[in-house]
């Protein structure tokens, strides 16, 4: 009697937990498909005729659909220079002892410890001074300095977790490391790679600071262009709501193909 009632109080948490993270969801999506009066109605309307008019005036009207692919352009390039780059590095900081191992380990971990807000100034004048404002390629290499301590944190992690004599063999073989890296540790660590491109896509994708700072027209990305629609006391809220909409669906849609890795890559090394 005592175990069914817990099952039923974690459960009853549980649904609250679920209904706690889903409702912003629901509210921001809801809202998208209300027009202006209603959704300022007080106390909100709960039925309502849906409309699509914010969706079409934010897509076609606004430019939402350009930053949309400005985002997706900028946050694919990035995530893929991060593995690009950051594979190896997490395969020579896992494998190998160097002088300064320690020193170079510590710098990319605190490169995530900054604020965007405090390098947004210092950036900016960087960028202005070499005539690069409003270019995808900035926001690429800046977002990249961020996104690539991830990437080998988590691979460093993985790469460890292969066991060395796999490593020892090969190089009895005559194999190189390059050989090693590709054809036996990436297969095995792919898990961890496939998590720190996720977060790699989704920080990049998200990103507002620097996108509302450096960019004007041209490489302005999707989070940015929300921000732009508040004037003043002029809040359409329904375009607003769309936008964030657009937004969210692609990482949404990326997680659930990736999910199965990202449950891996979590899990792996959890159980010993």
């Known amino acids: 009697m005592t175990t069914s009632r817990s099952l039923w109080i974690q459960g009853l948490l549980l649904l609250v937990i679920l ?23 007080s106390p909100p309307v709960w039925l309502f005729e849906p409309t699509l008019a914010n969706y079409r005036e934010a897509l076609f009207d606004d430019g939402v659909l350009r930053t949309l692919i400005n985002s997706l352009i900028i946050a694919i390039s990035t995530t893929a220079l991060a593995i690009v780059l950051g594979v190896p590095a997490a395969f020579a900081l896992a494998r190998f002892e160097f002088r300064g191992k320690k020193d170079l380990w510590f710098w990319f971990i605190t490169n995530r410890m900054v604020s965007p807000i405090v390098l947004a100034l210092p950036f900016f004048l960087i960028v202005r001074n070499l005539g690069m404002l409003d270019k995808h390629i900035t926001l690429i290499l800046i977002y990249l300095t961020f996104n690539l301590p991830i990437v080998i944190w988590i691979c460093t992690d993985q790469f460890r977790g292969i066991p060395y004599d796999l490593y020892e063999a090969a190089r009895i073989e005559g194999a190189s490391q390059w050989t090693i890296l590709r054809k036996i540790c990436l297969p095995l660590a792919m898990p961890g790679v496939a998590v720190s491109g996720i977060f790699s896509f989704i920080f990049s994708w998200n990103e507002l600071m620097f996108g509302l700072v450096l960019t004007r027209t041209t490489a302005k990305t999707a989070p940015a262009m929300a921000v732009s629609f508040m004037e003043g006391y002029n809040l359409p809220y329904g375009k607003i709501m769309a936008t964030s909409t657009l937004i969210v669906i692609p990482v949404l849609i990326f997680a659930l193909l990736a999910s199965k890795q990202l449950v891996r890559g979590l899990t792996m090394g959890a159980v010993k």
């Open 19 to 41: 209904l706690v993270c889903v409702f912003p969801f629901y509210w921001m999506v809801t809202t998208s498909l209300k027009t202006q009066v209603v959704a300022l109605e």
